[in-house]
């Protein structure tokens, strides 16, 4: 190739000294194992099957750290390096940038508003760009406000551009004071005056109510008497930039707010994203997009250049299906007392798939290649020479893929055979009604949209699914690091939201693991490689975690119950091994979070909350997906709740210690719940027994590692011990606690 300088390099990271700690607590694990099979050769009753049920969890936690191991063993990085693009200007592709947003009371207007400015603020040429904004709640409301967010961006893009502006979501920008620059009176006058047109915005999008303007509104008639259940699809061209020549300007912006019937299953975020790319496809058609959530703004004006680095910087498109920005929140607590922030999962996961097929696809902060969506195979020479498709397909084949809409398909045809420099359409008002079209609920009845194309259906987890199923078709995938972040988003707060959106996670990973795209299979039958499959597993496997790391905290208990033990005695030769792999395994997660730069108080709230979330999220989750298969119940997407006082910009909330476990009457608290009294009642049985000297004839009643078990249990859910006697939204309800103390009765029982 004839330019020498490179626009991204994949640096491998080195780890010899972790290499060896994972190795330790592999041998010890294994030892573990041989203790405990050669122990259970004598024995007998209930005891001996104490030590089996120990075994079976112990040998799930061995093949879990297995699966661990070969996903972190040879992490990389890649940099990018977007100056170097400027020789290469007129090589850039365009870009579609989707954009969707739900409920506009969990997702206020406002906080969609500042995503899109921040998108059409972006650093690249205007013309290149266009913005399509997905609306499943079906909002006038949302419609006004992205109006006249459009309005305002005429005043904020030329803004950004000319002072360099660093973030370009107003919110951030105005929440606090440009200091260097206030000398500058010039300046200083034209930033009040923004502010104050921004701050006009905010309160016309939060001050107006939704009957008043809908009917006067000649824009918004649309959506008058609309149902969100059941409305045809509404698309609004709210700003058109096809017709400009020049670089200047702003990217056009699209609303859509796709056709629902309660005939039609609607597929949550994955059917908004097709009809999104089949509406962007009729209209600019770009061969790559960009997809974020509705409260992820963009961080750094330069991201869509140093996704071309990606994009483009590999000497065969193979390498880059998809480049995936990590998932940072803007608005994370101080040492992420909900274990939610995955900054270490990130960190040594993520970087450990980048080593491999490639980084999992996060759903939101991501570049596709259209293509890819469009479910072509990677071509195996380099993008120099582009293969012109052996035979591209036929027009009837194409239909039957893509469904009958003419637009579509030769649309589709010229991003298959490799276009990456599309004509634009001009007027893109001229085709709305051809949008429309495709944006109908029985647009893909008898197509391949939601299998073989587009965003893949079945799961609340889409983002992984649809990811596995790009990587089955053997293109690699790209992380993408820059600095400031590329992106940054919300994260829910409080017992009951996280734990919700956990239980929505494990819950669509299950149905991926029940289904047939499932890794295994994919790995079997098409070209997702073995160890990507597993590194895939790692995450899959969340749900089915529960049931094994559950039974492994009711053995301690048990055991003090019902006076047996599952641990070696301190006496016996096998005692120093569990012994040595708690404490190495929880000093190798310590200096996980070290190595990332985190608290210890980070660190121990992540593996707390690792305990409380198997024990209630995945749990419930697993136990969903069960009720599913057996045809007892349905799966849905609950949206995550984003706080609008996260944008004051203080981040004040209503509550007085946004840190505490907050509770709610949730069946998913019951089981955790459940395990903490059960921990403490053993202990105080166990303990009881001890000084009463019941537990004096020596055949196996619990020895100290059962105490410390059941101890280390109540540590870990102390959050839940606190709810037990808490007040308000910190208290556990009465009705949890109830079905919870049931449960431990039962089991008191049992042990008897
Ligand atoms: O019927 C629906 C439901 C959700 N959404 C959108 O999906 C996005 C994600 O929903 P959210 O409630 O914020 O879920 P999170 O758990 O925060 O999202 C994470 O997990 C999801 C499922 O794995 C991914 O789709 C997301 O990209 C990822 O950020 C939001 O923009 C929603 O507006 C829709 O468009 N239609
Ligand atoms: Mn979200």
Redesign the pocket.
């Known amino acids: 190739m004839a330019s020498a300088k490179k626009l991204q390099e994949r640096v491998p990271i080195h780890r010899t000294a972790w290499k060896l700690a994972d190795l330790v607590v592999l041998s010890l694990l294994l030892a573990l194992l041989a203790h405990r099979a050669t122990s259970l050769l004598g024995g007998a009753g209930a005891a001996r099957r104490c030590w089996l049920l120990a075994l079976v969890c112990e040998a799930w936690f061995t093949l879990l750290w297995l699966l661990n191991m070969n996903c972190k063993w040879n992490p990389v990085r890649f940099e990018t390096y977007p100056d170097r693009l400027s020789e290469r200007a007129d090589e850039l592709p365009a870009v579609d940038v989707f954009?969707?947003?739900?409920?506009p009371e969990?997702?206020p207007p406002v906080v969609t508003v500042n995503t899109v400015l921040s998108l059409l603020a972006l650093d690249y040429p205007a013309s290149k760009l266009a913005c399509y904004v997905?609306d499943?709640g079906c909002s006038p409301l949302t419609c006004y406000a992205l109006r006249e967010a459009a309005a305002f961006a005429k005043l904020w893009v030329p803004f950004c551009r000319r002072h360099g502006v660093g973030v370009r979501a107003p919110f951030v920008y105005f929440s606090s004071d440009p200091e260097p620059l206030m000398a500058d009176q010039e300046f200083f006058r034209e930033w009040k005056f923004i502010k104050s047109e921004y701050e006009k915005l905010v309160g016309r999008i939060e001050n107006s109510e939704e009957s008043s303007f809908v009917q006067s509104d000649q824009e918004l008639v649309d959506f008058f008497g609309a149902d969100r259940r059941n409305h045809p699809a509404i698309i609004k061209v709210l700003w058109d930039n096809s017709k400009g020549k020049t670089e200047e300007g702003f990217p056009s912006l699209i609303y859509v707010s796709r056709e629902k019937s309660p005939k039609f299953h609607?597929h949550?975020?994955a059917?908004?994203?097709n009809v999104l790319t089949r509406v962007s496809a009729v209209l600019t058609n770009a061969p790559i997009m960009l997809?974020v959530?509705?409260?992820?703004f963009a961080n750094n004006p330069q991201v869509i250049l140093h996704a071309m680095c990606l994009l483009l910087g590999f000497d065969d498109e193979v390498h880059s299906g998809f480049v995936q920005a990590p998932?940072i929140f803007y608005d994370a607590l101080q040492d992420d007392p909900f274990g939610n922030q995955t900054e270490v999962m990130y960190k040594k996961l993520g970087y450990g798939f980048a080593g491999l097929q490639g980084i999992y696809y996060?759903?939101?902060g991501c570049f596709h290649r259209r293509k890819v969506i469009y479910g072509v195979p990677p071509d195996c020479t380099t993008h120099v020479k582009p293969r012109r498709t052996k035979g591209s397909p036929s027009w009837e084949e194409l239909q039957a893929k893509f469904g009958s809409k003419k637009e579509l398909i030769e649309s589709a045809r010229s991003i298959i055979s490799g276009d990456m420099l599309t004509v634009p359409i001009v007027d893109l008002s001229s085709r709305i009604e051809v949008a429309n079209e495709v944006s109908v609920c029985s647009y893909e009845v008898g197509t391949c949209w939601g299998q073989e194309i587009g965003w893949v259906y079945g799961s609340?987890?889409?983002?992984?699914l649809t990811g596995q199923r790009i990587h089955a078709a053997g293109w690699k995938s790209a992380l993408m690091n820059t600095n400031p972040p590329a992106f940054l988003?919300?994260?829910?707060t409080g017992g009951p939201a996280s734990l919700t959106?956990y239980k929505?996670?494990a819950t669509?990973l299950f149905e991926i693991l029940m289904s047939r795209n499932n890794p295994i299979l994919l790995s079997i039958l098409k070209r997702l490689h073995f160890r990507q499959c597993l590194a895939y597993l790692v995450i899959d496997v969340w749900p089915l975690r529960a049931p094994f790391e559950v039974c492994y905290s009711l053995l301690g208990p048990y055991c003090l119950l019902a006076n047996h033990s599952f641990l070696p005695k301190s006496s016996e030769p096998g005692s120093s091994i569990p012994l040595a792999i708690f404490l190495i395994y929880n000093l190798y997660n310590f200096m996980e979070y070290m190595d990332c730069r985190l608290s210890a108080r980070a660190w121990w709230n992540n593996q707390r909350m690792q305990r409380i979330i198997s024990s209630s999220a995945w749990l419930l989750a697993f136990l969903t997906v069960l009720l599913k298969n057996l045809g007892l119940s349905e799966t849905v997407?609950?949206?995550?709740r984003?706080d609008k006082s996260s944008l004051n910009g203080d981040g004040s909330t209503d509550e007085a210690d946004p840190g505490r476990f907050t509770f709610d009457s949730s069946p998913v608290f019951i089981p955790a719940t459940a395990i903490a009294i059960l921990n403490i009642v053993a202990i105080a049985v166990g303990a009881w027994r001890m000084v009463a000297g019941a537990a004096e004839d020596k055949t196996g009643g619990p020895g100290v590692g059962e105490f410390v078990c059941c101890s280390w249990l109540v540590l870990c859910l102390w959050p839940f011990v606190k709810g037990l006697v808490g007040k308000g939204s910190y208290g556990i309800p009465w009705s949890v606690k109830l079905k919870a103390g049931l449960l431990v009765a039962a089991f008191v029982h049992f042990c008897r």
């Open positions: 954009v969707t947003t739900a409920d969990l997702e997905s499943d609607h949550f975020k059917g908004a994203m997809n959530d509705c409260d992820m998932q996060n759903g939101t609340t987890t889409e983002d992984i988003g919300s994260t829910p959106q929505r996670w669509g997407f609950e949206v995550t984003k």
